[in-house]
């Protein structure tokens, strides 16, 4: 499990619920890709997920409603 330093992960989000809906999203994104490519991942997911929202490889969408505050 990674323990990431929360501020780092909410740099560019406004709130968790949308950090963890956007990383939710990221590692389905991977797992699909992986099937497709017919590949076995050792790392899980979500881990991957983090790491490229960390990387700036992913950004996370918020609403309108978000972003104004």
């Not at 992960?9 to 809906?21: M, P, Q």
């Not at 881990?47 to 960390?54: G, K």
Request: with cysteine.
């Amino acid at each position: 499990m990674i323990n990431q330093d929360l501020k780092k992960l909410l740099k560019d989000c406004n709130s968790r619920y949308s950090l963890v809906v956007g990383t939710a999203k990221r590692a389905r994104e991977i797992q699909d890709e992986a099937i497709a490519r017919e590949e076995h991942i050792d790392v899980k997911t979500v881990s991957l997920a983090i790491e490229d929202i960390l990387d700036g490889k992913y950004v996370v969408e918020e609403p309108d409603e978000l972003k104004s505050k």
